[in-house]
Protein backbone atom coordinates (compact mmCIF):
# COMPACT_ATOMS: atom_id res chain seq x y z
CA UNK A 1 0.00 0.00 0.00
CA UNK A 2 1.45 3.56 -1.06
CA UNK A 3 2.48 5.52 1.76
CA UNK A 4 1.32 9.31 1.64
CA UNK A 5 3.99 12.09 1.22
CA UNK A 6 3.49 14.01 3.94
CA UNK A 7 0.28 15.16 5.72
CA UNK A 8 -0.39 17.61 3.44
CA UNK A 9 -0.52 15.32 0.59
CA UNK A 10 -3.08 12.68 2.75
CA UNK A 11 -4.84 15.76 3.38
CA UNK A 12 -5.33 16.62 -0.23
CA UNK A 13 -6.88 13.56 -1.26
CA UNK A 14 -9.20 13.31 1.70
CA UNK A 15 -10.32 16.65 0.74
CA UNK A 16 -10.85 15.36 -3.01
CA UNK A 17 -12.92 12.30 -0.78
CA UNK A 18 -14.70 14.08 0.47
CA UNK A 19 -16.21 16.89 -2.54
CA UNK A 20 -17.42 14.15 -3.75
CA UNK A 21 -20.20 14.01 -1.23
CA UNK A 22 -19.42 17.35 0.53
CA UNK A 23 -18.29 20.31 -2.06
CA UNK A 24 -20.39 23.26 -2.16
CA UNK A 25 -22.59 22.46 0.62
CA UNK A 26 -23.54 25.90 2.94
CA UNK A 27 -23.80 25.21 6.89
CA UNK A 28 -20.28 23.21 6.83
CA UNK A 29 -16.96 23.22 9.07
CA UNK A 30 -13.89 21.35 9.42
CA UNK A 31 -12.96 20.94 12.83
CA UNK A 32 -9.37 19.15 13.20
CA UNK A 33 -7.50 17.56 15.85
CA UNK A 34 -4.01 19.34 16.84
CA UNK A 35 -1.15 19.20 15.87
CA UNK A 36 -1.01 16.71 12.76
CA UNK A 37 -4.58 16.53 12.15
CA UNK A 38 -4.88 20.66 11.64
CA UNK A 39 -2.12 19.90 8.51
CA UNK A 40 -4.78 17.79 7.04
CA UNK A 41 -7.86 19.33 8.22
CA UNK A 42 -6.10 22.77 6.52
CA UNK A 43 -6.02 21.30 3.09
CA UNK A 44 -9.51 19.46 3.28
CA UNK A 45 -11.08 23.20 4.80
CA UNK A 46 -8.93 24.69 1.22
CA UNK A 47 -10.80 22.20 -1.20
CA UNK A 48 -14.51 22.95 0.77
CA UNK A 49 -13.43 25.82 0.77
CA UNK A 50 -14.83 25.52 4.65
CA UNK A 51 -13.59 27.23 8.31
CA UNK A 52 -11.15 25.81 9.70
CA UNK A 53 -11.15 25.90 13.16
CA UNK A 54 -9.46 23.01 16.22
CA UNK A 55 -11.41 20.82 18.78
CA UNK A 56 -8.42 19.93 21.47
CA UNK A 57 -8.82 16.64 22.77
CA UNK A 58 -6.60 14.93 25.05
CA UNK A 59 -5.44 11.48 25.74
CA UNK A 60 -5.27 9.79 29.03
CA UNK A 61 -2.14 7.86 29.09
CA UNK A 62 -1.44 5.20 31.69
CA UNK A 63 1.25 6.67 34.54
CA UNK A 64 4.39 5.34 33.19
CA UNK A 65 3.29 4.11 30.06
CA UNK A 66 2.03 7.60 28.31
CA UNK A 67 1.40 5.99 24.89
CA UNK A 68 -1.28 3.19 26.72
CA UNK A 69 -4.51 5.07 26.52
CA UNK A 70 -7.12 4.50 28.85
CA UNK A 71 -9.40 6.98 27.55
CA UNK A 72 -9.64 10.73 26.26
CA UNK A 73 -10.73 13.87 27.06
CA UNK A 74 -11.99 17.19 24.98
CA UNK A 75 -13.78 20.35 24.96
CA UNK A 76 -16.72 20.77 26.29
CA UNK A 77 -16.34 18.78 29.77
CA UNK A 78 -16.26 15.28 28.15
CA UNK A 79 -14.50 12.10 29.00
CA UNK A 80 -14.32 8.79 27.53
CA UNK A 81 -12.93 6.18 29.69
CA UNK A 82 -11.91 2.12 28.51
CA UNK A 83 -13.53 1.21 31.80
CA UNK A 84 -12.98 -2.86 30.32
CA UNK A 85 -9.04 -1.60 30.37
CA UNK A 86 -9.49 -0.12 34.03
CA UNK A 87 -10.83 -2.84 35.40
CA UNK A 88 -8.52 -5.10 34.51
CA UNK A 89 -5.47 -3.32 35.31
CA UNK A 90 -6.99 -2.09 38.58
CA UNK A 91 -6.82 1.20 37.90
CA UNK A 92 -8.30 3.49 40.72
CA UNK A 93 -10.76 6.38 40.13
CA UNK A 94 -7.93 8.84 42.27
CA UNK A 95 -5.82 7.67 40.14
CA UNK A 96 -7.81 8.38 37.00
CA UNK A 97 -8.76 11.89 38.12
CA UNK A 98 -5.52 12.87 38.79
CA UNK A 99 -4.73 12.50 34.66
CA UNK A 100 -7.51 13.74 33.84
CA UNK A 101 -6.90 17.13 36.23
CA UNK A 102 -3.24 17.28 34.04
CA UNK A 103 -4.54 16.87 31.00
CA UNK A 104 -7.20 19.43 31.41
CA UNK A 105 -4.75 21.76 32.49
CA UNK A 106 -2.88 20.85 28.78
CA UNK A 107 -6.56 21.16 27.07
CA UNK A 108 -7.33 24.82 28.43
CA UNK A 109 -3.71 25.87 27.75
CA UNK A 110 -3.96 24.59 24.16
CA UNK A 111 -7.15 26.41 23.70
CA UNK A 112 -6.05 29.62 24.36
CA UNK A 113 -2.40 29.14 22.38
CA UNK A 114 -4.32 28.22 19.03
CA UNK A 115 -7.46 29.85 19.07
CA UNK A 116 -7.05 33.23 21.62
CA UNK A 117 -9.82 34.54 22.90
CA UNK A 118 -11.78 34.08 19.78
CA UNK A 119 -14.82 31.90 20.48
CA UNK A 120 -15.03 28.58 19.94
CA UNK A 121 -17.51 27.96 17.08
CA UNK A 122 -21.27 27.21 16.63
CA UNK A 123 -21.86 23.68 15.71
CA UNK A 124 -25.30 23.43 16.81
CA UNK A 125 -27.05 21.63 13.39
CA UNK A 126 -24.17 21.83 11.29
CA UNK A 127 -22.45 19.07 9.53
CA UNK A 128 -18.73 18.81 11.23
CA UNK A 129 -15.66 16.93 9.34
CA UNK A 130 -13.34 16.02 12.05
CA UNK A 131 -9.99 15.22 10.77
CA UNK A 132 -6.93 13.77 11.82
CA UNK A 133 -3.72 12.66 10.69
CA UNK A 134 -4.86 9.15 11.48
CA UNK A 135 -6.37 6.85 14.35
CA UNK A 136 -5.01 3.85 15.80
CA UNK A 137 -7.60 2.89 18.84
CA UNK A 138 -9.78 5.86 18.11
CA UNK A 139 -10.10 6.87 21.81
CA UNK A 140 -9.31 10.66 21.05
CA UNK A 141 -11.16 10.85 17.98
CA UNK A 142 -14.02 9.26 20.22
CA UNK A 143 -13.88 11.49 22.60
CA UNK A 144 -14.41 13.96 19.83
CA UNK A 145 -17.27 12.97 18.17
CA UNK A 146 -18.80 12.73 21.35
CA UNK A 147 -18.44 16.34 22.67
CA UNK A 148 -19.73 16.95 19.01
CA UNK A 149 -22.69 14.83 20.05
CA UNK A 150 -23.20 16.39 23.15
CA UNK A 151 -22.44 20.19 21.72
CA UNK A 152 -25.80 19.32 19.27
CA UNK A 153 -23.80 19.03 15.94
CA UNK A 154 -26.40 18.12 13.32
CA UNK A 155 -24.12 15.92 11.10
CA UNK A 156 -20.35 14.46 12.66
CA UNK A 157 -18.34 13.00 9.97
CA UNK A 158 -14.71 11.38 10.92
CA UNK A 159 -12.17 11.83 8.34
CA UNK A 160 -8.75 10.47 8.07
CA UNK A 161 -6.16 9.42 5.85
CA UNK A 162 -5.38 5.84 7.80
CA UNK A 163 -6.82 3.47 10.25
CA UNK A 164 -7.35 0.18 11.19
CA UNK A 165 -10.46 -1.14 9.98
CA UNK A 166 -11.80 -2.30 13.30
CA UNK A 167 -11.12 1.09 14.94
CA UNK A 168 -13.31 2.61 11.92
CA UNK A 169 -16.12 0.24 12.68
CA UNK A 170 -16.08 1.68 15.98
CA UNK A 171 -16.77 4.73 15.80
CA UNK A 172 -19.57 4.28 13.48
CA UNK A 173 -21.25 3.79 16.63
CA UNK A 174 -20.88 7.89 17.37
CA UNK A 175 -20.33 9.13 14.54
CA UNK A 176 -22.77 9.47 11.37
CA UNK A 177 -19.88 8.95 8.77
CA UNK A 178 -16.56 7.63 8.98
CA UNK A 179 -14.05 8.25 5.87
CA UNK A 180 -10.61 6.84 6.32
CA UNK A 181 -8.35 6.63 2.69
CA UNK A 182 -6.27 3.52 3.92
CA UNK A 183 -7.15 0.52 6.29
CA UNK A 184 -3.96 -1.39 6.26
CA UNK A 185 -3.99 -4.58 7.54
CA UNK A 186 -2.13 -5.76 9.57
CA UNK A 187 -2.33 -2.10 11.34
CA UNK A 188 1.30 -1.35 13.68
CA UNK A 189 1.33 2.62 13.65
CA UNK A 190 -0.10 6.05 12.24
CA UNK A 191 3.22 6.85 11.14
CA UNK A 192 3.78 4.18 9.07
CA UNK A 193 1.45 5.16 6.58
CA UNK A 194 3.45 8.32 5.87
CA UNK A 195 7.06 8.46 4.33
CA UNK A 196 7.14 12.58 6.48
CA UNK A 197 5.54 12.12 10.03
CA UNK A 198 7.41 14.53 11.41
CA UNK A 199 6.48 16.04 15.01
CA UNK A 200 3.89 19.05 14.10
CA UNK A 201 4.98 22.48 16.31
CA UNK A 202 2.65 24.90 17.77
CA UNK A 203 3.50 27.74 15.97
CA UNK A 204 2.81 25.54 12.69
CA UNK A 205 -0.68 24.66 13.88
CA UNK A 206 -1.56 28.72 14.94
CA UNK A 207 -0.12 29.77 11.49
CA UNK A 208 -2.55 27.10 9.61
CA UNK A 209 -5.43 28.45 11.40
CA UNK A 210 -4.62 32.21 11.06
Known amino acids: MRRF??????????????????????????????????????????????????????????????????????????????????????????????????ERIELERREVLYRGDRAAPDVTGKTVLVVDDGLATGSTMLAAAQALRSLRAGRTVVAVPTAPRQTCVALEDVADEVVCLRQPDPFYAVGLSYEDFAEVLDDEVRALLA
Open 5 to 102: RDRAEAGRELGERLAETYAGRQDMLVLALPRGGVVVGREVADRLDTPLDVLVVRKLGFPGQSELAMGAIASGGVRVLNEALLDQAGVSQALVDDVVAR
